[in-house]
Every structure is written in structure tokens, then in C-alpha cells.
């Protein structure tokens, strides 16, 4: 019933990502990194606060330092995330994104003595491949140069994403799961806010939000039942074999990207997605 559960919960943060992510790019476009981080993170906390008080009181200060540098990392790596998306193509940017997994996979052998089969590990290197393979611009490969825009961004992001997932899965686990989104994105929320204000652009950014008010809202709420969705299966089961079932999310953004933005995916990257998203699938049904 549990491991049903967290099948579940994988899958469903998988397709919230896509569209999220989809949406985020589009906001992004028309409100602006900082803007877009810091509504997604107000809306986020708002929605999650009637939920977490009881938690909130029985917080230490030792819990509350370590998810306040956790809210600072998130803002740094969400902020280069915000420029990838607004810089790059969303469905090679995307699956870049997921070499998230391989970090992931690492830490959750080092910090957490995480141990999976061998097929299952066959399964994470095959997901992994079809990432690789979605983000080449020309298949085979001749020079670096033959990257897409945006590939540098997002290969950092990445490596970040992976030691986000080991905070949140630490602070699922030691906290609760709805506490460990909560209280990083209300961090990052008011450092976002704060720069804002700095900028003297309050007139403009609530002109934008008046403008643009459903689609921040939609991608808000997006993004916060994906992380949400991933916090609780993390605290039922093993961070690395989550992970891995949630990074097929580029096959939903890479439906959306071609349908509603047009854009041209090569044969050969929709290829690797196809790979990772079936690798994801086979992953699943081994747990």
C-alpha cells in the first residue's frame, strides 16, 4: 500500500514539474526572474502556512538555522534555474535539468547508505542516458560549442537541484514533509520581496502582477503541489529511486513546449526522452 502510495505521489510530482515548469518559463517572460521566484514562493507559503503552524511551534533553533540556509541555497539555485528557462529552449533546458539525478543518486549512496538493485540501478543509468542524449543539439556530438543555449545555467542548476533534494528529503524525514517546503520558500520569498523593494519597482511589479495575476496564481500552485507531492514520497521511501521516477518530467514539458510554442525537438532528443520516460516507468514497477 505504501510503495503504491509513493508510485503515486512520484508520478504525480513528475507531471506537475512539466506543466509547472512550462508555466514558469511563460511567467518568467513576462515578469522576471526575481518576480517570478518570489510570488511563486508568497503564494507557495501561503497556501501551505494553515497547515504547518502545529509544526512550526514544536521547531528547534537548530531546525529553524538549518531550513533558513536551505531557503538561501533554494533562492541562489532557483534563480539560475529562472535564467535558464528564460535564456534557453524550455525542452532542452529541461531535461538538462535532470542530470540532477546522477548528484542525487550519489548523495543518497554517501549521506543517506542508500542501496537499490541492479536492475534498478540499469533502469537509473537508462533515464539518465536518455537525458544525455535530449540535450544534444546534433546527435553524435562534434564540439561543445554543439549545445543548446542555456546548457551551461542549467548544468549547474542541476548539480544544485540534487543537493536540494537531499535537503528536502532530509528535512521530510527529520521535520515533516510539508515543512520542509514551507518554511525554505517563505525564505526565499522575502529575499525576493526585499529586492524588489530595493529596486524601487513596486508600482511596476504590482502593475505586472494585476496583468499577469492568473498565470502567476496557476503557476504558483503548480509548483507547490509538485514539491509537495515529492516532500511526502521522499519521507516514505528512498531518495534516489524518487528522484529518478520524477525526472520523466521532460516529456510532459517537451508535449507542451511542441504544441503550444512550436518549437522544432529533433528526432534524436525525442528519442532520448522517450528512454528516460520508459527507464522512469520500468523503475517504478520494481519497487
Not at 247 to 270: G, W
Amino acid at each position: 500500500m505504501v510503495l503504491s502510495l509513493v508510485v503515486l505521489l512520484a508520478f504525480g510530482a513528475m507531471l506537475a514539474w512539466g506543466v509547472g515548469d512550462f508555466f514558469i518559463q511563460r511567467t518568467v517572460r513576462k515578469m522576471g526572474d526575481v518576480e517570478t521566484l518570489g510570488l511563486i514562493g508568497a503564494i507557495g507559503s501561503l497556501a501551505l502556512l494553515p497547515f504547518v503552524i502545529g509544526d512550526i511551534m514544536d521547531l528547534s533553533g537548530r531546525g529553524l538555522s538549518f531550513l533558513v540556509i536551505v531557503g538561501i541555497f533554494t533562492f541562489l539555485i532557483g534563480m539560475l534555474n529562472m535564467t535558464a528557462l528564460r535564456k534557453g529552449k524550455l525542452s532542452i533546458v529541461e531535461v538538462v535539468l535532470t542530470i540532477e539525478l546522477p548528484v542525487t543518486l550519489v548523495l543518497g549512496l554517501l549521506l543517506f547508505r542508500e542501496y537499490f538493485s541492479f536492475m534498478q540501478l540499469t533502469f537509473i543509468i537508462l533515464s539518465f542516458l536518455g537525458i544525455a542524449l535530449t540535450a544534444m543539439k546534433t546527435y553524435p556530438p562534434h564540439l561543445l560549442n554543439q549545445f543548446e543555449r542555456g546548457i551551461g545555467l542549467a548544468l549547474v542548476t542541476a548539480i544544485g537541484y540534487g543537493f536540494i533534494d537531499y535537503f528536502t528529503a532530509y528535512s521530510s524525514r527529520t521535520f515533516s514533509p510539508l515543512l520542509a517546503i514551507w518554511l525554505p520558500w517563505t525564505v526565499f520569498a522575502l529575499i525576493c520581496i526585499g529586492i524588489i523593494m530595493q529596486r524601487r519597482d513596486i508600482t511596476h511589479f504590482f502593475y505586472k502582477v494585476s496583468t499577469y495575476k492568473r498565470l502567476v496564481l496557476i503557476t504558483a500552485l503548480i509548483d507547490v503541489l509538485a514539491w509537495v507531492l515529492y516532500s511526502i514520497s521522499l519521507s516514505l521511501h528512498h531518495l534516489v529511486l524518487v528522484t529518478a521516477i520524477t525526472e520523466s518530467y521532460p516529456a510532459v514539458a517537451i508535449f507542451l513546449d511542441r504544441a503550444y510554442n512550436k518549437t522544432h525537438v529533433k528526432m534524436h532528443q525525442y528519442i532520448g526522452a522517450a528512454i528516460a520516460l520508459v527507464a522512469s516507468i520500468l523503475l517504478a514497477l520494481t519497487l
